[in-house]
């Protein structure tokens, strides 16, 4: 879906047209739009949001199964991607390299394959908006050309991509430390809360 919406936008100019829009130029903003395109738009935008509901309905009815039954989860896994492991995060860590660079709080919680998906569509979106010259000549003082260079169509995908890593890393870590909580918990209670688990006589008498 992200990759179909890319090119539905880029054909269609809609990114372009919002830049007008945001001017005040509205005839150039229709003008600019290509009605081939644009008019997909509609079905993919709905059934995002349906799929998304949907999904959400099912993995929250999931959770409470699972989380009812004490369902077990794996807590470790070596897999031809990437060791993975449960382990204790800290969100604003994960949130601070995403604002540096999409995919690199992924990759401090070890979710390579999300990780490199942001970073490739980073790559290419950077590329083709010539944001980087557009700074380099920012920091020279050419302030006309640094505005002249940049390609508004390409540009509009950077704060979608920034604003999901962000959102994604914080999320993703908060629920994989509750992951460690709970998978703590259940291995303390199956090891030593046991009611056949009698302490040594030599403890009881320190406790006395």
Same mark, same amino acid.
């Given at each position: ?18 830049? $007008? ?25 709905? /059934? ?27 807590? #470790? ?30 990759? /401090? ?6 990780? #490199? #998906? ?25 302030? $006309? /050309? ?16 920034? #604003? ?5 890393? /914080? ?20 090891? $030593? ?16």
């Amino acid at each position: 879906m992200f990759i179909w919406e890319i090119v539905i936008n880029v054909n269609s100019k809609l990114n372009v047209s919002m830049v $007008y829009t945001f001017g005040g130029q509205f005839d150039m903003a229709k003008e600019v739009l290509e009605p081939r395109w644009i008019l997909l738009y509609i079905p993919v935008y709905i /059934y995002g949001i349906w799929d998304s509901y949907r999904t959400s309905v099912d993995l929250n009815k999931v959770y409470i199964l699972a989380d009812h039954e004490n369902a077990n989860f794996i807590n #470790f896994q070596i897999t031809s991607l990437e060791i993975n492991y449960l382990d204790k995060r800290k969100p604003w860590v994960a949130v601070m390299w995403s604002f540096f660079m999409p995919g690199a709080g992924q990759i /401090y919680i070890h979710r390579i394959v999300v990780a #490199f #998906f942001l970073v490739s569509w980073t790559i290419i979106i950077v590329y083709f908006s010539h944001v980087l010259e557009s700074v380099h000549l920012l920091v020279s003082g050419d302030f $006309y /050309y640094a505005k002249a260079i940049l390609n508004p169509q390409w540009l509009m995908f950077l704060p979608s991509v920034y #604003f999901f890593s962000i959102y994604d890393a /914080y999320v993703n870590t908060v629920e994989n430390n509750k992951l460690f909580d709970s998978e703590q918990r259940t291995f303390l209670k199956n090891k $030593y809360q046991n009611k056949q688990f009698n302490l040594p006589l030599n403890l009881i008498k320190r406790s006395k």
